[in-house]
């Protein structure tokens, strides 16, 4: 029944197991959101050095600190790996580690499918960021608008590697939002209705819709260029009658939506903050948690104002303008009721907390900026300028790693046991904050002097000197940043004080277990019946006003539910009769066979064509065989 | 135990407790086709922002001259492609009908052939291979009248669009074919439901979605 | 909003096997009309379109409702699928605007 490789994985006590075999074939969400951490950390660094590179590229007219090829590379590589490998991936592994736990489950839906898209990921990781110790990264942009990335204009092996690349990781994103769209409709506990879940779950369920319906879309867009790149098609070859507007509007009906993927968990993760130190619900619950939905929903009907510039016409810009104006309702009722949840507040700043208010005050700018892009007459203008890099990072580094910051020191003790240093944590956020506005904020002035985006030098004397320095200067006080939160990150986790399980008090579930929580999570499944359990507990007069009832005693009687209660004892599954997922190495296996097939596609450009059909369906058949094996073995 | 279910055990419907009675595997499989429908709009709009765009023939609907001066008839075979349609239309009743078997294995009225899932499910992927098979013929032809994915922008997006489709049915077939193998094997009973249920949805689900190539293809000029 | 929880042996009513083979005949007979449609003069009306669009439309829909059995089944599902096919399907009709296949006014 069962292959070598489960055997040896099932011996008991499995999850206290910390070897390399342990990590390679766990089944655990919570491992596998350390292995997320983990792995979005490194690239973050990866990516912050290419961006390091850019701006000392930049820093002065006419450097040639890099070459012109070198420096495509090198912005392309930082927006392909800030986006897929580092931002997504750091909320997949809030995803992973919280979805159940604030849900009251003891795993996701699909265990073993979870693990299966982290390899997908660390691999599909691995494929499109080693080409550039070979000088043959990426090139063509992290949007690899066609025709310029297609055949005829990107002839090397540099597209190659990001149209494979980035088609693996859309498997391990959708995977992933299968997964944790059934976890989150079929696994909450009792009680838990979706308007009680956390507002971190609530958002996070936004997510996953997004991404189910946005990555087909660029899957079919990457296709289509994998036609033409590998097969000799004419998507986009304009002597056929292609239309290189086709893959832009594919890829930014994939694109836009995107950005909310990326920047809805970090909300999530304040709206989880804000509340607890400000010591009080988060205002406006019901309205937060429709205004994600809007938020999605009008996601999907905005893709147009990325291309204003291309020249639509003059009834598809109004449409599309007014769509963006109207985006920007749901987005601010957000901002103002994260400012009325901290109003009245008995506030605490740990440095959660101002991240998150920095997430706010960060948010706000780009979100400002971004409305500006909204009306075409003002966007020809800024379009492809450093104006709008000035936006999107407002948005992007100011707000969704804000939040992941604010994120990770709000969690980091549930997930280590540990407190993060709060003085370090200062540190870091001023550092950070400063080097951020340093960075960013004189990119609007040399955007509105009419710096392009993508060059990799420029002329002195038009205006632009004195903002490069600033922005590279900027730059380098980020990275002093990003090595005093590796020093603290690394330093607390082996010496940090104890936590406890719920440090900050906290009002939803994941604090009601040891920290770091065991392998089953909850030992009793917990009824809920109301938003903020904990506080129930420990400080009733906050929720007292607040809805509570008790769902339904069929679903209390079969799930074998007890009341919210804080855990406290530490027994192993097998002696609380909990039957846990057995680990496997397949989903790894599976996902090995997926970037060997893809693999070939490379050999196939490389003309060894009897080698790439070899690997193709090499790596195919072992990938079917693997996952033959893992259908076919029983998950406990 | 390796035999004891079909598809990835990873609900216990029985045994574990979920919040909307119903199992995992099936809202999965929903969210999956809602996915799907992006893709396939993906697909499809692409064709048909390219339909009428194509530089040179071969053409769908209209006759067209070769440079040589040859003269080539419409391209699409609408008879061959009903016939196709048709086809998997029926793999559809077979489907319900191997999902019915299934469930009421044992109960009154399904006694004999017409209650064995066996013999439906065994249609259904043959129906399937069926349809594979005209499309091979299909693709085959077209290729003999100067029709390739290279050709020009119709083949690009045709055969793109096509195969697509004809992928998900040759994936559906090979899951047809691993739940004939276990049926086989042990018997699939109503405890099975579940796991023929999810490869009936998404063998319908690539059944509708050819319901609309067919008629946005070959039936609209 | 909550999604209320199907009881507890969940055996929603499927079609019967009669009803299948009518929606079978339903769906042959639709397709024969959409066929020799095809080969009528009516092919060359402003109707064609429409109507076999119309055609498809209800082959779709029976095929997803009786088959796919989603009007007998629980809400939760019907809302994974409308949801996102109505997405496309506004996709879909943006593109065909975007691109200059159909006009507005």
Request: neutral net charge; hydrophobic residues 50%; glycine residues 10%.
């Amino acid at each position: 029944m069962a292959t070598p490789a489960t055997t040896a994985a099932h011996a008991p006590g499995a999850s206290e197991d910390t070897g390399l075999w342990s990590w390679l074939t766990t089944v655990d969400h919570k491992k596998i959101g350390i292995l997320y951490l983990y792995t979005a950390l490194f690239y973050l660094m990866v990516g912050g050095l290419e961006a390091a590179l850019i701006r000392t590229q930049l820093a002065k007219p006419n450097l040639s600190v890099v070459s012109a090829e070198t420096y495509n590379q090198l912005f392309t590589m930082h927006g392909t790996t800030m986006v897929f490998l580092v931002v997504m991936p750091l909320s997949a592994a809030f995803f992973n580690y919280l979805i159940p736990l604030q849900i009251g489950a003891r795993d996701v839906a699909f265990p073993r499918l979870n693990a299966f898209s982290y390899w997908v990921y660390a691999l599909g990781g691995l494929f499109i960021t080693l080409p550039i110790f070979f000088g043959v990264a990426p090139n063509g942009g992290w949007f690899g608008y066609a025709p310029l990335s297609g055949p005829t204009y990107g002839s090397g092996f540099n597209m190659d590697f990001w149209v494979l690349g980035l088609q693996i990781l859309g498997i391990s994103s959708l995977a992933a939002a299968f997964n944790f769209i059934t976890t989150i409709i079929n696994l909450r506990a009792p009680g838990m209705t979706l308007m009680r879940m956390p507002m971190f779950t609530w958002m996070s369920f936004v997510v996953q819709f997004l991404v189910i319906l946005a990555f087909p879309v660029i899957t079919a867009a990457l296709f289509f260029l994998q036609f033409d790149r590998f097969f000799g098609t004419n998507f986009y070859v304009v002597q056929a009658g292609g239309d290189p507007l086709l893959w832009q509007h594919l890829f930014w009906v994939f694109g836009h939506p995107e950005v909310y993927i990326l920047i809805l968990p970090a909300f999530g993760l304040v709206s989880e903050v804000l509340p607890t130190n400000s010591r009080k619900p988060l205002f406006g619950y019901n309205v937060m948690a429709y205004s994600g939905m809007m938020i999605g929903f009008l996601g999907f009907g905005v893709w147009a104002h990325h291309m204003f510039a291309v020249g639509l016409g003059p009834v598809a810009d109004s449409i599309f303008s007014l769509s963006t104006m109207l985006i920007g309702l749901p987005t601010g009722v957000k901002i103002f009721n994260w400012i009325a949840t901290m109003y009245g507040g008995s506030l605490r700043f740990p440095a959660s907390m101002k991240f998150a208010i920095g997430l706010i005050a960060m948010f706000t700018i780009g979100g400002i900026s971004g409305v500006m892009h909204s009306s075409p007459p003002s966007d020809l203008q800024q379009t492809d300028t450093y104006f709008v890099v000035a936006h999107f990072h407002y948005v992007l580094y100011g707000g969704a790693m804000m939040g992941i910051f604010s994120g990770i020191y709000h969690y980091f003790p549930k997930i280590t046991g540990r407190l993060m240093n709060e003085r370090l944590g200062t540190w870091h956020f001023w550092l950070n904050f400063i080097g951020l506005n340093l960075t960013f904020f004189p990119m609007h002035f040399s955007g509105m002097l009419g710096m392009p985006r993508r060059i990799y030098t420029y002329d002195a004397g038009q205006g632009w000197e004195l903002f490069n320095l600033m922005s590279t200067g900027g730059t380098y006080l980020l990275i002093v940043a990003g090595l005093v939160f590796a020093y603290n990150f690394f330093v607390s986790r082996a010496k940090g004080a104890v936590a406890g399980s719920d440090p900050w008090g906290a009002p939803t579930l994941e604090w009601s277990i040891p920290s770091p929580p065991p392998d089953y999570n909850f030992a009793q499944i917990p009824e809920v019946t109301s938003r903020y359990p904990l506080w129930d507990l420990k400080t009733p007069d906050r929720t007292a006003g607040l809805e509570h009832s008790h769902g339904d005693a069929g679903a209390i009687a079969a799930a074998h539910a007890v009341p919210v209660h804080e855990e406290t004892e530490r027994r192993t599954a097998k002696e609380l009769g909990i039957p846990m997922p057995v680990n496997t190495i397949k989903p790894f296996m599976v996902a090995l066979g997926i970037i060997v097939m893809f693999s070939g596609l490379i050999v196939l450009h490389a003309g060894k064509f009897p080698l790439a059909m070899a690997t193709m369906l090499g790596g195919g058949a072992f990938m079917v065989a693997s996952l033959y094996a893992w259908l076919t073995s029983p998950l406990e | 135990m390796t035999t004891a279910s079909a598809g990835a055990h990873e609900a216990h419907e029985h045994t574990h407790y979920t919040t909307t009675g119903l199992d995992n595997k099936k809202i999965a499989i929903w969210a999956f086709i809602g996915s799907e429908c992006m893709l396939f709009g993906s697909l499809i709009s692409t064709y048909l922002v390219y339909k009428g765009k194509s530089v040179v023939g071969p053409f769908p609907h209209d006759a067209w001259t070769s440079p040589a001066g040859q003269l080539f008839k419409p391209i699409l075979n609408i008879p061959v492609t009903s016939a196709s349609t048709f086809v998997l239309l029926m793999s559809s009743l077979f489907m319900v009908l191997a999902l019915a078997a299934v469930e009421n294995k044992g109960k009154p009225g399904y006694e004999g052939w017409q209650g064995s899932s066996k013999v439906w499910l065994a249609a259904t992927a043959l129906a399937g291979a069926v349809f594979l098979g005209f499309q091979a013929y299909e693709f085959t032809s077209f290729v003999h009248e100067g029709l390739t994915i290279r050709t020009n922008l119709f083949g690009t997006s045709f055969f793109t669009l096509t195969g697509f489709h004809g992928t998900h049915v040759a994936v559906g077939v090979l899951w047809l074919l691993s739940l004939l193998f276990i049926d086989i094997k042990r018997g699939l009973g109503p405890r099975d439901t579940i796991n023929v249920d999810i490869c009936a949805l998404y063998w319908h689900f690539v059944d509708v979605v050819w319901i609309a190539i067919f008629t946005l293809v070959y039936l609209i000029k | 909003m909550s999604i209320e929880r199907a009881h507890a042996d969940h055996v929603h009513e499927h079609p019967t096997w009669k009803q299948y083979k009518w929606v079978a005949l339903v769906l042959t007979v639709i397709t024969a009309v959409e066929v020799w449609v095809y080969y009528t003069p009516f092919k060359d009306s402003p109707l064609f379109r429409p109507t076999l669009l119309a055609m498809s439309a209800v082959k779709f829909a029976i095929v997803v409702m009786y088959y796919m059995h989603l009007k007998y089944d629980h809400a939760i599902f019907r809302k994974l699928f409308v949801g996102p096919l109505i997405i496309a399907g506004c996709t879909l009709v943006a593109f065909l605007f975007l691109f200059g296949k159909v006009w507005i006014g």
